[in-house]
């Protein structure tokens, strides 16, 4: 894995003039790598993060931006979420990504949901608080490991236990057949799994738990349950 002390130590060493040097995340196969690029200028090193695939047999790569302005955390994120799953389903990432971007921008996508269901009014701000402590602490700390395993064995036995019958098995097995026409994708998308870290967690709560993305609504029956 890519790291901010390999990434300054090869700045720090890369000659004037010199050769482009790589340094790689590992990656699962057919779902590409994040590859930090780093090209020696004259009076100056850039340092810019690819997703790196192939098609055909040929290398292709997608930019994802610039180190510093891009901490290696935030984008192995951007690689993790964005681009390695359009790249495990065979697509081309960078138009994959300006689409989505033109969805974003003309409608709201994934929406974060947290549900609470209140018996006496008076504890709403109690709950509120506690809630948003919660979503606090993501930003502020790191998921433990174990948590982390556990979550993501738990994720992988639901989706296999749902397939008890015929048509569960087909309703499973369809959105994933439709990217590349064999199941073989699941296998992909649960590799990527694998490939999260706490700290590609924590970053992303960084990105997302904000004030200003965050919506509250209360709802009242005319009982006076919430």
Same mark, same amino acid.
């Given at each position: 894995?890519?790291? $901010?002390? %390999?990434?300054?130590?090869?700045?720090?060493?890369?000659?004037? &003039?010199?050769?482009?040097?790589?340094?790689?995340?590992?990656?699962?196969? &057919?779902?590409?790598?994040?590859?930090?690029?780093?090209?020696?200028? @004259?009076?100056? =090193?850039?340092?810019?993060?690819?997703?790196?695939?192939? +098609?055909?047999?040929?290398?292709?790569?997608?930019?994802?931006?610039?180190?510093?302005?891009?901490?290696?955390?935030?984008? +192995?994120?951007?690689?993790?979420?964005?681009?390695?799953? =359009?790249?495990?389903?065979?697509?081309?990432? !960078?138009?994959?990504?300006?689409?989505?971007?033109? !969805?974003?921008? &003309?409608? =709201?996508?994934?929406?974060?949901?947290?549900?609470?269901?209140?018996?006496?009014?008076?504890?709403?701000?109690? =709950?509120? $608080?506690?809630?948003?402590?919660?979503?606090?602490?993501?930003?502020?700390? /790191?998921?433990?490991?174990?948590?982390? $395993?556990? /979550?993501?064995?738990?994720?992988?036995?639901?989706?296999?236990?749902?397939?008890?019958?015929?048509?569960?098995?087909?309703?499973?097995?369809?959105?994933?057949?439709?990217?590349? +026409? @064999?199941?073989?994708?699941?296998?992909?998308?649960? &590799?990527?799994?694998?490939?999260?870290?706490? %700290? $590609?967690?924590?970053?992303?709560?960084?990105?997302?738990?904000?004030?200003?993305?965050?919506?509250?609504?209360?709802?009242?029956? @005319?009982?006076? @349950? +919430?």
């Amino acid at each position: 894995m890519i790291t $901010d002390k %390999q990434i300054q130590k090869a700045i720090r060493e890369a000659p004037a &003039g010199g050769k482009e040097r790589e340094l790689r995340d590992d990656g699962e196969r &057919g779902a590409g790598r994040l590859v930090l690029v780093i090209k020696p200028r @004259t009076g100056r =090193v850039t340092a810019e993060f690819y997703a790196v695939y192939y +098609r055909g047999g040929r290398r292709a790569k997608a930019k994802l931006g610039s180190y510093p302005t891009i901490p290696v955390v935030e984008a +192995r994120s951007k690689f993790l979420m964005d681009y390695a799953p =359009v790249i495990a389903a065979g697509g081309e990432p !960078a138009s994959a990504i300006r689409r989505q971007q033109m !969805a974003i921008n &003309g409608s =709201v996508t994934e929406l974060f949901t947290a549900y609470v269901r209140i018996k006496d009014a008076k504890d709403i701000g109690d =709950v509120r $608080d506690q809630v948003l402590a919660t979503f606090n602490r993501f930003t502020k700390e /790191t998921v433990e490991q174990a948590t982390l $395993d556990a /979550t993501r064995s738990r994720i992988r036995y639901s989706f296999a236990l749902r397939m008890n019958s015929s048509p569960a098995i087909a309703a499973s097995l369809a959105p994933y057949i439709l990217l590349r +026409r @064999t199941p073989d994708t699941i296998n992909k998308v649960f &590799g990527l799994y694998q490939q999260v870290t706490p %700290q $590609d967690i924590q970053a992303m709560a960084v990105k997302y738990f904000t004030e200003n993305n965050r919506t509250i609504i209360t709802l009242a029956s @005319t009982t006076g @349950t +919430r």
